[in-house]
């Protein structure tokens, strides 16, 4: 891990900025340029428009059979790559057409004169023979030579001028039949007895550019220049050849028809799926990112994909071959989850320097420094030194502010709010300078005190909104420590205080404002409770919500009314002031103005559209996210940058926060969960080191006045290929990343131009897919890499989630929530909203299978006879069909038949002693463990009034207004044809 950068290379910083090479310059974070559906901010181009700039073939095409003297190598990619079929040669002609490739291929080393010295031993001859004719073979002293790093070759790129050198022509090839191979045979390495570091084999290689095959001819091409065998070697090579002949006129039958199964990208490339033919495509398991393909002293240098993670596990050497693949290159950032097992390093100097490196911390002596902690460790998080800290700790003050409008009293929230603050004062994060403030408003604003003559609170009326100010500040921040009883005494009558209330307005701006100054000089985190349009004072709104368009094609008013929210966010960034939003309304409240306010200041948005105490699902989520907001860590006072090696930068951000420099993000509280991306640029051209390196710093204030650094690494190849990065990609971060740059382009532009560049990043992608395969292409068939499978199906899913639907009635406030969701959540929280998990209740007895498999989200899984469970991520439902058994109504809903179930629904699942509804319940709760929101479950019947909430999310299949996952496809084909 490259240490951290030097504090004396900013100078005139604030807050220990200083020590991740922080600066003081800020810029607004700036939305995307406009662009017609280009989420990247250029236009795109139509497939039949742009220039588009194909692979050279492979230098050893996979139907040919190029057979190289002069060192002893021999390369037949089909031969090497797929093995035989058992079933389709009898086993002494595999044992003979092996013994004669590797007789053969020992030959003509010797015939090079490079092995009877080394290997005085036949057999020793002989298995390095075989050795060296395998593709993955590298000789020692040549296993770092530059001529060797290209994925497709391991042969040097030039011949001795002595070399002799012999293609063998491939046969006829016939166009309508499949394609098989026969199998390889692995041998047990044998170290030789000879020290081979100071030897050198040479290995020529050979020109075939003009041996090229193309998949879509029925052809067969004979070099005309080409060099004989030696004599001596005629016997041997005309076994060998007459076998290798044998098994390609028998064998070798590609199938045009599978289109792009002959790529000319490499024999090692993963065959593609034609996803009009592959209909079944979720993995068993679930969805696991690829692992980048490092040296293997460097396989765990990295640190879970859920801390970071990047769309391609490959960085591209240029960022031409970026613009080839037309995939987004990103990084994803979850900083501050919550880890059971962290290392944490005190020390009294961060390194920055090579020598202080080589100190071991535990004997304070010169050592290893792979010994070191930041080694060993990919996630760590250091003790800062004083330098660190230009300012005394802060403490750890928040302010409430409750709505308590006649809306937010006739709600119920604010009775469930208080007695879980009163149960949770407790375990709020801080320490012994820990303070509370409370604030009520409507019409007025009123501040609830505790005077140290009186032992019950006050409440202080401020009537003019207009020119807010804070009365006795004393009185109004209470010492936690020291108060705890009075505090819990005034949540206690608070609820009482507002009932039968009459007012309706609410002066939500002045409230901010008076909560701004109480922080004015210390900071902290401001949490708001809000039920309606703010109608009154300082940033008062009009409703711009018409209930007759909510399922128009052109969603109107994603965008803030005004900017009063946004400066007053910047203000309190700047003072270290973070403010979160609780939406309760059941009417609208303009989430799109009021947002600003978290969205700039590094808060967060919590929103419970149609919020009403009788709403038992909504209260039980509500009570759980909020206990949970009360307890959980937090960090003030914070910034973030990502480092990146030289050739790279950071060119945009997506979170909440505000974008001081370039790559430098303001955090004035940081929470365990906040998401991050980060738009990557390649700069310069990368080939100086062989892998590029990320860094997420993150330098906070814990809530015990603790400064601290956290770090995660991220190590990526660097590549050339550009087979190696479409193979790379990680298909969830990609859609992750687009979905967060289709909401910016949503509130700049309009959701029909991030739809459409949506769906055009599918179809842009996989027509270069398709262009760099193969000149001749099927025109009746998508074919895609197995890492880009889930793709269009996972951007359909997109674009009919709650965000980006369209013509579907969509209320105005939960779209804007349910965009802010994506752009700030991490992705493992917002995937599950995107494409939820479906499962089968059913198949949870049998022993062998642990948890059900994930299923398609179409009504064709959906037996009549089973129960079906629907993740959606913040809430599931479980719908049971009507033939269902009555034993399992009794053994996990206690209910004697289907018609028992309410038609209302149920709310949870009760606890019996079975087995049946132990492993359901484990199930259940296995879902939720790995995530921090809680989800209810609610049971519904299949002919109850609220099923439309589980087939709703049935992506897959056809509705009045939405496209079926087929019918997709075949949209996408049009679109790659045309």
Known sequence: MPPLSSPEQSTNLNDGEAGLGFDKSSQYLQPPQDAKASLNGTPNQSSHQSERSSLNPSPVHSQQLNMIEGGGFVQDSAYQQNGFRKDDMLQNEKIQATNNYVDHSMQMAQNAGSLNTIYPNVSDRKEFAHQLSNQNFRHPQINNNAAFQSPRYTFPSSFPANSPVRAVAPTQINPSSNLTFPPQNNFQSVQPSTDLSQQHIPLPSINTSQNHIHSSQNYSHTPQNYTQLPQNNTQSSQNYCQSQQNYTQNYIQPSVQAGMAQLSLGSNTPKPIDLLQCRKILPDNGYKPPIPKLEDHYRDVNCKPSLLRCTLNAMPKKQELLNQIKLPLGLLVHPFKDLPNLTVIQSSVIVRFPDDFLIDLSTRQYGDPTNRPEIQNSTVEFIAPQEYTMRPPQPAIYVFLFDVSQNAIHSGYLSIACQALVEELGNLPGDSRTKLAFIAYDSYIHFLSLPDDSSKPHMLTITDINDVFVPLHDNILINLSEDTQKITELLNCLPELFNGTEDTDSCLGAALQAAHKCLVNSGGRITVFQTVLPSIGPGKLTSREDPNERASKD?????????????????????????????????????????????????????????????????????????????????????????????????????????????????????????????????????????????????????????????????????????????????????????????????????????????????????????????????????????????????????????????????????????????SRPLAYTFAMIYPGLYSLTDLLPAEQAYPRPLHLSAAYLSLNGAFLLDKGDEMILLVRKAIPISWCLNVLDVASFNNIPQTGMIGLPVLENEQSSKLRGFIEHLLSNRVHHAPLLIIRDDSPQKNLFFDSLLEDRTESTSSYPEFLQYIQKIMNN
Do not use: W
Request: net charge positive.
């Open 555 to 823: 969603v109107k008013n994603l965008k803030p009314a005004n900017d009063f929210y946004q400066r007053l966010a910047l203000e309190c960034n700047g003072q270290h002031i973070a403010i979160d939003l609780f939406m309760l309304n059941k009417q609208y409240a303009d989430i799109a103005t009021i947002s600003p306010a978290a969205r700039y200041s590094s808060g967060s948005i919590n929103s419970y559209y149609g919020f009403s105490a009788t709403n038992a699902s909504l209260v039980e989520k509500f009570e759980f996210d909020f206990r949970r907001y009360l307890v959980r860590k937090i960090g003030f006072e914070a910034v973030m940058r990502v480092r990146c090696t030289k050739g790279i930068c950071v060119s945009d951000f997506h979170g909440n926060g505000f974008v001081r420099s370039t790559d430098l993000l303001a955090l004035p509280n940081v929470n365990p969960d906040a998401g991050f991306a980060m738009k990557l640029t390649v700069e310069e051209t990368l080939d100086v080191y062989p892998n590029a390196i990320f860094q997420a710093a993150l330098l906070y204030t814990t809530s015990k006045g603790e400064r601290r650094i956290r770090v995660h690494t991220l190590m990526l190849p660097v590549t050339g290929s550009v087979h190696e990065l479409v193979s790379s990609a990680d298909v969830m971060a990609v859609v992750g990343f687009l979905g967060c740059m289709a909401v910016d382009r949503s509130i700049s532009a309009s959701l029909n131009d991030a739809r459409e560049a949506l769906i055009n990043a599918v179809s842009d992608c996989l027509v270069a897919y398709r262009d760099k395969q193969t000149r001749s292409s099927s025109f009746n068939s998508i074919y895609v890499p197995p890492s880009l499978t889930l793709f269009p199906l996972y951007i359909l899913a997109l674009l009919k989630c709650i965000a980006f639907r369209s013509r579907i009635s969509t209320k105005l406030d939960e779209r804007v929530a349910a965009l802010l969701s994506i752009k």
